[in-house]
């Protein structure tokens, strides 16, 4: 199995303070910033825009893990890549050329990645999957932070990660020790939290003891 992945994801974060909020999830151990886009069409809410990536690019040094909940990513794919993601991570969901944009996106030099919702089945991804080096799990319905763990998803990542023993399995929402250990305990690698790492004081002790979860197993 690949390492374990650690990622804040900042729309936890007090808006006001993006800058100060990049630089605290380095500090505290984080391996990677999870930046989520949303265009207020394929999830009923809006958030950030590739001036927020930029500015994350400045701030901090790891990789940006940069989600985009999207009907068009393929729109946005030169965007995103110029403003500094790391990692992009696209929908199944939406109808755009999936093949084609995940190609672009490493050609551009950057880590192609694909999503699922929650009710979303494998199948529909198993066209596209020799094209990516990540498959995020949504165990919530996009759009807000704050929202109940989906257990749905934890067979399909299983059933994933028993075919691919060294893909990135990342897994996004509703996630703290207890359900990060369901989701490691399912096979995956890669853990993207809002609230559970922005709300406590000490995010690095709160990184420190999501590390354990790999001994735990
Ligand atoms: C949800 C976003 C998540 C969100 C997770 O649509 O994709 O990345 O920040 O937040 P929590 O960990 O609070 O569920
Ligand atoms: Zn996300």
Do not use: W
């Amino acid at each position: 199995m690949p390492a374990l992945q650690i990622n804040p994801s900042i729309l936890a974060a007090d808006v006001g303070h993006l800058y100060d909020a990049c630089k605290r999830c380095e500090d505290a151990g984080a391996d990677q910033i999870h930046i989520d886009l949303m265009d207020g069409v394929f999830v009923p809410n809006m958030s950030f825009s590739p001036s927020v990536v930029e500015m994350a690019r400045k701030a901090v040094d790891i990789p940006l893990n940069v989600h985009l909940m999207m009907v068009r990513p393929d729109q946005y794919v030169d965007a995103f890549c110029d403003a500094g993601a790391d990692t992009l991570l696209v929908h199944i969901e939406p109808e755009y050329d999936h093949a084609d944009t995940l190609r672009r996106i490493r050609e551009r030099g950057v880590r192609p990645g694909i999503v699922l919702n929650p009710d979303t089945e494998l199948l529909d991804i198993e066209s596209v999957l020799p094209l990516v080096d990540e498959v995020l799990f949504m165990t919530v319905f996009p759009g807000f932070g704050g929202q109940d763990f989906i257990p749905g998803p934890l067979a399909r990542m299983q059933e994933l990660r028993d075919r691919f023993p060294d893909l990135d399995i990342a897994v996004d929402g509703g996630l703290n020790p207890e359900t990060c250990q369901r989701c490691f305990d399912h096979g995956a690698n890669g853990f993207d939290i809002g609230s559970a790492l922005f709300k406590p004081k000490d995010m690095a002790a709160e990184i420190q003891k999501l590390r354990r979860m790999s001994s735990n197993a």
